[in-house]
């Protein structure tokens, strides 16, 4: 019976080694699907794959990757994860996010409310950017960024994500504006979600959150609860999430990769030193 779904990700460098800190991370709390990783080198826990030469400019390779391989691999579902992620306890089915969208990701800040104090996201003006959205077809009431570090999509949709980030990505640019992924998926989100309001980061922090103001800087997370400040409105929230998007651990990632790997290559012996060292 073909697997419901698989994490993925795409690494080379010091990022090989943050992977396989994210797999250890998970296989601790009870995870234990499949991780496919497109990388320069084996990632301890992963099923490999080469990932070759790649432009990391705005993370569009995510799209790449997604369109060109991932779809190829028998799962409906996939779930791309950041190298700086760290599961604190088992999230238990992710695909409960789906609320019957085809594509999840966390809708985080409402960039139309006036309580906001960033008035700008990717050098683009919080009223700009809804303005773009809703000329390429949003018509929700509110319009959220989101950021990139997890997303869920059903293998169907995977043709028409791309083609929506792109149209996107297109159009922003005749208007002044060459966004990243992230501004890509929260437009293919909007289209695609039959209710934002429901994967709004608020309903769903139990889950996924991001720790983008370094509450656990240069340490992993743990299970307790901690502090979420809203990157627009800068309300504080008391989270508690089984996945934390560890933007500011990345030191101390590199290094439990690279005690999980030591690990990994030891119990695995010469056959593997070799492929690692080709």
Request: charged share 25%.
């Amino acid at each position: 019976m073909k697997p419901n779904y698989c994490y993925w990700s795409v690494v080379d460098g010091d990022y090989s080694w943050m992977m396989a800190a994210v797999i250890k991370s998970a296989r601790q709390v009870g995870v234990f699907r499949d991780f496919h990783v497109w990388s320069d080198r084996p990632v301890a826990g992963s099923i490999h794959h080469p990932c070759g030469q790649f432009d990391k400019w705005g993370c569009l390779f995510k799209l790449f990757f997604l369109r060109d391989a991932v779809q190829k691999l028998d799962y409906e579902y996939f779930i791309w994860l950041d190298t700086d992620s760290w599961f604190t306890r088992n999230p238990g089915d992710p695909l409960r996010m789906m609320q019957g969208s085809p594509l999840h990701i966390a809708l985080e800040g409402d960039l139309t409310i006036p309580e906001n104090r960033r008035r700008d996201w990717w050098d683009c003006p919080n009223d700009r950017f809804v303005g773009l959205m809703r000329q390429r077809g949003v018509r929700s009431r509110h319009v959220f960024n989101v950021n990139g570090g997890l997303f869920i999509v059903h293998r169907d949709a995977i043709d028409t994500v791309y083609r929506l980030a792109f149209d996107f990505w297109q159009f922003s640019k005749t208007q002044g504006f060459t966004f990243n992924d992230e501004p890509l998926m929260a437009y293919a989100m909007h289209m695609l979600c039959g209710d934002p309001y429901r994967h709004t980061l608020r309903t769903s922090m139990d889950f996924w959150c991001s720790d983008w103001t370094g509450v656990f800087l240069d340490e992993l997370p743990d299970s307790r609860p901690w502090t979420f400040t809203d990157y627009f409105t800068e309300e504080r929230l008391t989270v508690n999430p089984a996945i934390v998007h560890a933007m500011r651990s990345k030191r101390a990632l590199i290094a439990a990769g690279q005690e999980a790997s030591g690990h990994f290559l030891a119990e695995a012996g010469d056959k593997v030193l070799s492929i690692v060292g080709t």
